[in-house]
């Protein structure tokens, strides 16, 4: 299926809301007002079931006159916002139809940059965060290289800043905080393909609950806890 089926099968099917993307969206895209209410009309005019309305339908509508209608349809087209589209039907006979395909795929490709946007600025927010929380649990601040270090596990070894902060907290525990002793958290949880702080979880019990043994006399288990495991001593 063609992005732009998908996209109208997505349209009918309710997922996209043509309206609210649009008027939030045509001024960036440089379209005028008096060009978005005609759009408008043309957009009730095919959900009433005709799809080709004529300069005269519309500017019924509209404080336009049939020309200024047809001039604007003309720039629509030119600017690659409208296309008028051909079919046949089960007799041969041809018909037209505007298309607002174009502009609604301009639409959905305008939300999906603003999208990225907000979750780019939210993670440069958490990075910002995991700066300032380095700087607490060390006391100080950091030092350039520090920071470079801590920009090469986001940047070149691509670890989110929630696990880096649960790195952190494991050197936390373990009262060695050290960039050193959090790079080796790091490596060996990319090397272990350790990824959501699910799996953090996961692996940081197996080697807190140490020495599982049945009691004689209850015949119950008992576990010995450990709090925190060394991750400089692991060589699996």
Known sequence: MRQEERL???IEQGNVNISQLFFRHYKQLQIADVDAMLIMQMVAFQSAGNEFPTPT??????????NEVTVILQKLMQYGFLKIVQSRDEKGVLHERFSLAPL???LTDQLQL???????DTEKVDEGELFKLFEQEFGRFLSPMEAESISMWL???AHSPEIIRAALKEAVLAQKV??????????????????????????????RAVGIRPNEQEK?????????????????
Do not use: C
């Not at 339908?57 to 049939?66: F, I, K, Q, V």
């Not at 002793?181 to 019990?205: C, G, P, Q, T």
């Not at 119950?220 to 699996?236: G, I, N, Q, S």
């Open 178 to 207: 050290s960039l050193r002793y959090i790079d080796r958290i790091l490596f060996e949880w990319k090397k272990k393909n350790i990824k959501s702080m699910a799996e953090v979880e996961k692996h940081a019990k197996s080697f």
């Open 8 to 10: 109208h099968h997505r």
């Open 220 to 236: 119950t288990v008992k576990v010995k806890r450990v709090p925190f495991y060394d991750w400089l001593e692991d060589r699996d």
């Open 114 to 120: 603003e999208q990225e946007q907000v979750v780019e």
């Open 104 to 106: 609604w795929l301009r």
């Open 57 to 66: 339908d519309l500017s019924g509508r509209m404080h336009l006159t049939e």
């Open 155 to 157: 940047d070149d070894d």
